[in-house]
């Protein structure tokens, strides 16, 4: 007998006393008593095998030399597994078939047709009586990567590193796989909970994409359909839902559902480590929503630090010199997530700065001097987008009203030094110039029309009314104002004069007045009571006709409130506060025939008597929420003046207080 056929027959023989391959179940009794001797071999980090270099890693753990040295997340890839980790995957994956293979076998009796056939791992289980394995694995057990523990923001040494070091020594779990895994989970968003239907998400969601977000210089435009934005984050599609349901009147009962939601997504957050749609959730909130602005963007911008964002900017510098004289796939990819980041960061500056001029507070956000000053490196690209004109547009504003606010603004209500004077001329030719440059550079939008060049008028004359209202501070009545001070305030009257006027004329504003953000209505708001402040104190001083400043604020706010729109809605809001104060200054004056052909021609003279005698002498009075062709409810009484954007007394900005619990 050869030597060939001797060694099948042995073969044939070692196979048919070999024992059978284990079962699930064997293979997860085995698992838990088998030695295992093995050590996980951490190889390299994703990102140095994503460049195919060598990953330099201290005691095996993250972060990498490379990571640590430029701030990036390290993200350890550990192939070599342990067997037991091995199989306690198995026993996972058993778990889950056999799951599946239930759940079919269930469809099938349900249907009346055969049941598939049973699972061969499992040969003496059939039907419902399919048991999991025993060893039930917890879901956060394990994982596969291990992620970098929490830094200090900066890419040099901090006092914190020394800490975060020792605590990680002493408290290996803080990195552990197991909170690796825990924290690699996607939680159930908000369809998945059943707050809201599949059917309303896709409205609330499409309607945000297509509409609202070029409000915002599509900060979500690579998100295409609400599949999309539910991979993405749940507190994304939150903030989505909740915006677009403010701002559509139909869907008014499912903004306080969308709106809990979003704020115990939010709030529940507020000790743990986030992702960038995270951040993009907060920002989207901070644009929208007044009563918590404020704290959304609090928490984006410090989320913003902790993540490094602003480390984007030059990312992107070395990103954009690198295609100047190459091009690849990856050099690509990384320009536009790099550019990415740097509109959020820049969305952040916009947020924030313009809540610190609606309360008049201090800034939060550090603004870098190389992102600030280079900020035309976004409109770099070969084409830049119509998006990132606008967004750089509203950053050189901000930055030119940032400025004006550290000069003349001041906690005191004393009145502005004449040395000043010499300070109007200069940032009112900057407003001018930043109007002439950009001016041209707009072009319209196929969702939202001509708001884009409608806005940037708009906000020139937001400009020139925060410029010049300074100079009015601190004056009373008797006190005439000063000479060097005159042209700056007939400019600031001119100017709020001009914001109603476009609201009235500008058929792209009328159309988009719902949907822009607060940020526009609270300005119109103190556009119009600095016009009313001026018509009681200065009239005659400026050459002001009172009867057509009332009319035209009369017809804008008939215009409002002919305006659908929920009932916690700004706009509501500046409509009720403006009316309140237009009533007490025709009253006060003496001037009649301002509500002609108004939602309020039945209330004129009315609401002043009724509200100063304690009386409600009349039906409207007696039911104050019905306005004749309103097609909203206003309530005169109903709402406290902190809700109505009032406080606007002696030409200034207060800092209003909102309610965050509600």
């Known amino acids: 007998m050869s030597s060939s056929l001797k060694r099948k027959r042995s073969e044939v023989l070692d196979a048919e006393t070999r024992p059978p391959p284990p079962s699930w179940s064997q293979l997860d009794n085995e698992s838990l008593i088998r030695p295992d001797n093995s050590k996980k071999v951490a190889t390299a980090c994703k990102g140095c095998r994503k460049q195919k270099i060598k990953c330099e890693l201290r005691n095996d753990e993250p972060p990498c030399a490379r990571c640590h040295r430029k701030g990036l997340e390290c993200i350890l890839h550990i192939p070599n597994r342990t067997a037991t980790e091995d199989h306690k995957q198995i026993s996972l994956l058993g778990k889950d078939m056999l799951s599946v293979h239930d759940t079919l076998e269930r469809i099938c009796q349900h249907l009346g047709i055969r049941n598939p056939d049973p699972l061969a791992s499992y040969p003496n289980t059939t039907g419902n009586e399919t048991q999991a394995p025993q060893n039930d694995y917890e879901q956060d057990d394990d994982g596969v990567c291990e992620l970098s523990p929490p830094a200090s923001p900066s890419a040099a040494k901090a006092p914190i590193d020394s800490y975060l070091t020792s605590l990680q020594e002493t408290s290996p779990a803080g990195t ?12 159930a968003d908000m369809v ?24 915002l210089y599509s900060l979500a435009g690579h998100y295409k359909c609400l599949d999309d934005v539910r991979r993405a ?6 903030a989505m839902c909740t915006v677009a349901a403010f701002q559509k009147p139909e869907s008014s009962g499912l903004f306080d559902i969308c709106n809990r939601e979003y704020r115990h997504l939010v709030s529940t957050a507020m000790f743990e480590k986030r992702n960038q749609e995270f951040i993009r959730a907060l920002c989207i909130g901070s644009f929208w929503l007044p009563n918590s602005s404020r704290i959304l963007a609090s928490d984006a911008i410090r989320r913003s630090a902790d993540c490094r964002l602003p480390r984007s900017y030059h990312q992107l510098n070395n ?52 992102i600030i000053e280079g900020r035309d490196l976004l409109l770099s ?22 400025q004006i606010k550290a000069v003349f603004s001041s906690d005191e209500m004393t009145p502005v030094p004449k040395m000043l004077a010499v300070q109007l001329n200069h940032f009112s030719r900057e407003l001018d110039q930043w109007h002439d440059r950009f001016s041209p550079l707009f072009e319209a939008d196929p969702h939202v029309g001509g708001f884009p060049l409608a806005g940037l008028k708009l906000h020139h004359q937001f400009g020139r ?36 006027s476009m ?21 119109i708001s103190f556009a119009g009571h600095f016009s009313l402040d001026v018509c009681m104190k200065f009239s005659e001083q400026l050459g002001v006709n009172v009867h057509d400043e009332f009319t035209r604020i009369s017809s804008v706010l008939a215009f409002f409130a002919q305006t659908n729109v929920v009932a916690q809605h700004p706009l509501a809001r500046v409509t009720t506060g403006l009316m309140r104060k237009l009533s007490d200054c025709s009253a006060a004056l003496g001037v009649e025939g301002v509500l002609a052909g108004s939602p309020f021609s039945r209330l004129e003279g009315q609401y002043a008597a009724a ?18 062709g309103a097609a909203t409810p206003f309530d005169w009484q109903a709402l406290p003046t902190d809700f109505l954007y009032t406080d606007f007394a002696d030409f200034d900005f207060a800092d209003t207080l909102f309610d965050f619990v509600t």
Not at 176 to 187: E, F, M, Y
Not at 611 to 628: I, K, N, V, W
């Open 319 to 370: 990103v954009r010199a690198t295609l100047a004289t190459t091009t690849n796939a990856i050099s690509e990819t990384a320009n536009h997530e790099a550019a990415d980041r740097v509109r959020l960061w820049y969305l952040l500056f916009v947020s924030d700065q313009q809540l610190s001029i609606l309360h008049n507070r201090d800034c939060i956000m550090h603004a870098d001097k190389d």
């Open 503 to 523: 609201i009235l004329e500008n058929d792209a504003l009328r159309a988009n007045i719902v949907g822009m953000p607060h940020y526009f209505h609270i300005m």
């Open 176 to 187: 552990s796989p197991q909170k690796a895994r825990r924290n690699t989970l996607a939680p």
């Open 233 to 238: 984050s749940p507190a994304l599609l939150a």
């Open 381 to 402: 690209a070969s084409k830049p987008t119509n998006d990132d004109v606008r967004l750089i547009s509203q950053v050189s504003l901000l930055v030119i009203m940032g």
């Open 192 to 215: 998945t909970k059943g707050v809201i239907s599949v059917e309303s998400a896709n409205l609330l969601v499409e309607y945000y994409l297509r509409h609202l977000d070029r409000f």
């Open 611 to 628: 509200r100063d005698f304690g009386l409600a002498s009349t039906s409207e009075a007696q039911q104050p929420g019905l306005l004749p």
């Open 465 to 500: 009314l925060y410029l010049g209202h300074h100079v009015l501070r601190g004056l009373q009545k008797t006190n005439p104002i000063p000479l060097h001070f005159q042209q700056a305030a007939l400019t600031a009257r001119e100017a709020a004069g001009t914001i109603f």
